[in-house]
């Protein structure tokens, strides 16, 4: 199996555009997560999802919203970016929640100017 | 401030060594406290986790300890490898679905 599949894997975005960054994992997990992850800081979560058709706000939400309509994708959308928005995006998941392992993808880098 | 603690922020050992990790936390309630490894470019992948009732956990050369009266873990490194170079990331758990991050300790393992 893939696991966690994002896309795509890096992108320069100028500032004011928007873009989604796209998350799929196939081990029918319940839970997934984005975060964001600077140099220096601890991963920071940014949204997540309980299970399909549910989502909830992490640490740092603004500027990014996220959509559940199946099991196996959580979309990130930045609907207009800033040069602050400059990280790198995890996406995870997780079967159940709180005691259960997170299985995170590979990134993707993103750069806005 | 973060509420889990890193130290040290890097450091260098040479290939058959020991070292070990330190993760200082002030979440709560606690429920549990996971290591991750991540290596560079790539993704987080889990070593250990462990709920306040343990306070030891091994994965092949990866041991953790954990002490939640005084909140804090260590993760011991067992004759490391090169291929142990990454960078070490200690995680708690308060509640479902948030998780707070340290900033992880680099490791550079040299030959």
């Known amino acids: 199996t893939a696991g966690i599949t994002q896309a795509p894997t890096s992108q320069i975005l100028a500032a004011g555009r928007s873009m989604t960054l796209r998350c799929t994992q196939d081990?029918?997990?319940?839970?997934m997560y984005w975060y964001r992850q600077d140099l220096g800081l601890g991963l920071r979560l940014i949204h997540y999802s309980n299970t399909a058709g549910t989502t909830g706000k992490g640490e740092v939400p603004d500027g990014y919203s996220v959509s559940r309509a199946n099991t196996d994708d959580f979309p990130l959308t930045l609907a207009s970016a800033v040069p602050s928005q400059t990280s790198v995006y995890f996406c995870?998941?997780?079967?159940?929640?709180?005691?259960?392992?997170?299985?995170f993808g590979p990134g993707t880098r993103l750069t806005v100017l | 401030k973060n509420q889990v603690e890193q130290s040290p922020q890097s450091l260098i050992i040479l290939e058959g060594k020991n070292c070990t990790l330190q993760?200082?936390?002030?979440?709560?309630?606690?429920?549990?406290l996971r290591w991750y490894k991540q290596d560079t470019g790539r993704g987080p992948v889990s070593l250990t986790i462990m709920t306040f009732s343990e306070n030891t956990k091994s994965n092949g050369r990866y041991t953790a300890t954990l002490d939640a009266d005084t909140k804090q873990s260590s993760l011991h490194i067992t004759a490391s490898q090169l291929s142990d170079s990454a960078s070490y990331i200690c995680v708690v758990s308060k509640d479902d679905y948030k998780l707070s991050f340290g900033a992880g300790t680099t490791v550079t393992v040299r030959a």
């Open positions: 995870a998941s997780s079967d159940k929640g709180d005691t259960d392992t997170q299985y």
């Open positions: 993760c200082n936390y002030t979440v709560s309630p606690f429920s549990n």
């Open positions: 081990m029918r997990h319940n839970a």
